[in-house]
């Protein structure tokens, strides 16, 4: 789609046809994918009872979901680019809704991984698939302000993944939980398909060589390898951590029980829910004044990697406030997003997405079972939990690695980019 084809889409939809042809239904697809990612943090008690997993086995299963999502991201960007997001995100939904069925009716760890792995896949668009509908039928200054909008629904789904979550595996179970949200991710593909409208038509068509030619071009080009690392290393340990072991933590080093996690979990979800929305407002009011969106990401990103240092202390007395403010900054790099299709242009928007993504969910996966894996190398407590100073240094390890990407990526961006809007 050439520059002029998407301006001229985004001109004629009116605001609330927009709403609720592009931004509500793609919302609730980033809705299910967090809620799919983070509920493990939840459930994983059960899953250690009912399975027989220690730490790293524990990772290793939740990061099957991240290894579908990650390997998905280069296949995900080159389908949205030829066939748009409206087919292509209702029958990755299906396939989502196939592997939550494996996973509620799998006995053993492999099949639970094989059904995590197929549910990674299925949500693999959850949030790309938006973004692309995004630079379709949004006017380009307000691209940041309408991610974060479908953004920041995910983070109902991080609270959806909390004490509802909780409670509904009190009551029903984890197994009978995850055949119900097949059902609502049925439901919602069934929705997106009827109310998305067809994608205006495609200046050309795209090959497959020209595809995989313009993903050489995204990988091989220097901008990208500055912005990159920054962005992965930031909100790919946000979700190792996030979607895992900040519930692990808050029970063997807050000492709380699983309500008392589900409850802080659920306020760190209305922390990412707020910190979403006004890093997009943020961003949107400062791009209209010149300002580029990597120095607002900057900014954002230092204070969620503050937050982790803070954490590495132990701050008990504090933890509301403290997993609240790690909510909020944790997923700063999605500024990036709308950065780097405009880098790269409207017709390589999904690939630069998708491209960028395969790299956030790769740290993730790393983030998610390297954790379980240094955390193993300590001696279980004696009321069976995990030793704090086996948090302290597996956080540690990978709070270090974002601050040498921070320094990276401060020193080698090329002059001005951090000083305008491109």
């Known amino acids: ?236 340990c946000h979700i190792g951590i996030q979607t895992l072991w900040a519930g692990p933590w808050l029970r063997d080093v807050a000492g709380l029980d699983r309500a008392g996690v589900a409850a802080v979990l659920g306020l760190q979800a209305i922390g990412f829910l707020v910190g979403t929305l006004m890093s997009g407002y943020v961003a949107d009011w400062l791009v209209r004044r010149g300002v580029s969106l990597l120095v607002t990401m900057t900014g954002f990103i230092i204070a969620f990697m503050s937050i982790q240092l803070a954490i590495l202390f132990e701050p008990v007395a504090l933890n509301a406030p403290v997993w609240f403010i790690f909510g909020m900054f944790g997923q700063a790099g999605i500024l990036a997003y709308p950065w780097l299709a405009q880098y790269f242009g409207a017709d390589l928007a999904g690939r630069s997405n998708g491209c960028l993504n395969t790299l956030v969910f790769g740290v993730a996966f790393i983030s998610q079972y390297a954790i379980g894996a240094i955390i193993d190398l300590w001696p279980l407590k004696a009321d069976g939990g995990y030793e704090n100073a086996a948090y302290q240094v597996s956080f540690g390890v990978f709070l270090a690695l974002q601050a040498l990407s921070l320094v990276w990526f401060v020193l080698k961006m090329p002059k001005g980019t951090l000083r305008r809007q491109s």
């Open 1 to 236: 789609m050439t520059a002029s084809t998407t301006a001229h889409a985004a001109a004629r939809m009116s605001l609330p046809r927009l709403v609720l042809t592009i931004l509500l239904p793609f919302s609730l697809c980033y809705f299910l994918s967090y809620l799919y990612r983070a509920v493990n943090a939840v459930i994983a008690p059960n899953l250690v009872s009912d399975v027989g997993l220690d730490a790293s086995e524990l990772g290793l299963l939740t990061a099957a979901y991240l290894i579908g999502f990650a390997g998905f991201q280069i296949p995900l960007g080159m389908l949205l680019d030829r066939f748009g997001p409206r087919k292509v995100q209702a029958l990755l939904l299906c396939v989502g809704a196939v592997g939550a069925l494996i996973f509620a009716w799998a006995a053993e760890k492999w099949g639970l991984s094989f059904g995590r792995m197929l549910i990674g896949m299925g949500s693999a668009g959850g949030l790309m698939a938006g973004f692309k509908a995004v630079s379709i039928w949004v006017p380009e200054d307000r691209r940041a302000l309408a991610n974060a909008c479908i953004m920041a629904v995910g983070g109902l789904g991080i609270l959806t993944a909390t004490v509802p979550a909780e409670w509904a595996t009190a009551n029903f179970g984890w197994r009978a939980m995850f055949a119900g949200i097949a059902a609502l991710t049925v439901a919602v593909a069934c929705f997106l398909f009827t109310v998305v409208p067809e994608r205006p038509p495609h200046a050309a068509s795209l090959t497959g060589r020209s595809v995989l030619s313009a993903i050489g071009t995204i990988y091989a080009d220097p901008v990208f390898w500055r912005v990159a690392p920054f962005v992965a290393l930031t909100a790919g």
